[in-house]
C-alpha cells in the first residue's frame, strides 16, 4: 500500500499569541494607550505635493512645437509591425514638427533583443532622432524613461507598453503617443493645441 496524500487545508494561518495574553511575560505585553482628544481649535497642518512651475492647472507650458517625443523600445517595434514611418507619422498625429529622442537605455534594450530587431535598431539609428546620455547605472528603459520625465516636463512619452503607460498617467503634464487603428495617437491631444 502506498502512502495517502494529505491536502493542504485552504486559507490557514499559524495562530498568534495575542500580545495581552497572560502567558507572555509582563514587560512585553501590550499596553493599552490613551487616545488623546483632538482640539478642534488648533491649526491642522497638511503637507501639499509640489507641482512643477511649468504646469498652469492641467495644462503643461513647456509643451510646444518643436515636439520632443521620448521613443520606447517597443513603440519601434510596433511601428514596423504597422509599417510606418516613425517621423511622419508623428508629425501627422500631432500636425507640427517633431523631434524623437532615444536614449541610451533603449538603444542598449534594442542591442540585446539581436537580430530578430535588426531594423528597429538600424530605424533608431537615424540622423533625424536625438541621442540622449544616461547618466544612471544600469538598462531598464522603463526606470530612465520615468526618471527623464519627471525631472522635464517637455517630453512626450511614445510607448504601447501598458505598465509604463500606467507608470506615467500618474505624473501630471506628460502625455503619452502609442498605436491604435494602424496610426500614431495621443492621450491628452487637448494639450497641444
Not at 131 to 139: D, Q
Not at 142 to 168: E, G, N, P, S
Request: with cysteine; aromatic share 10%.
Amino acid at each position: 500500500m502506498g502512502k495517502q496524500k494529505k491536502t493542504k487545508k485552504y486559507a490557514t494561518m499559524k495562530r498568534m499569541i495575542s500580545l495581552k495574553d497572560q502567558r507572555i511575560k509582563k514587560q512585553d505585553r501590550a499596553k493599552t494607550q490613551k487616545k488623546k482628544k483632538e482640539d478642534p481649535s488648533a491649526i491642522k497642518e497638511q503637507e501639499v505635493a509640489k507641482y512643477p512651475s511649468c504646469l498652469f492647472f492641467q495644462y503643461n507650458t513647456q509643451l510646444g512645437p518643436p515636439y520632443y517625443i521620448l521613443v520606447d523600445t517597443n513603440f519601434i517595434n510596433f511601428s514596423i509591425k504597422a509599417k510606418l514611418d516613425v517621423v511622419q507619422s508623428m508629425m501627422d498625429c500631432l500636425y507640427a514638427k517633431c523631434v524623437p529622442c532615444i536614449t541610451d537605455c533603449v538603444m542598449a534594450e534594442l542591442e540585446k533583443l539581436g537580430m530578430k530587431f535588426r531594423v528597429a535598431l538600424r530605424i533608431a539609428k537615424d540622423p533625424r532622432f536625438d541621442r540622449l546620455p544616461c547618466s544612471h547605472k544600469g538598462t531598464y528603459a522603463d526606470d530612465c524613461l520615468v526618471q527623464r520625465v519627471t525631472q522635464h516636463k517637455c517630453y512626450i512619452v511614445a510607448t504601447v507598453d501598458r505598465d509604463l503607460k500606467r507608470r506615467i498617467r500618474k505624473i501630471p503634464g506628460v502625455p503619452i503617443m502609442y498605436i491604435s487603428n494602424h496610426r500614431y495617437t495621443s492621450s491628452r491631444s487637448a494639450w497641444f493645441n
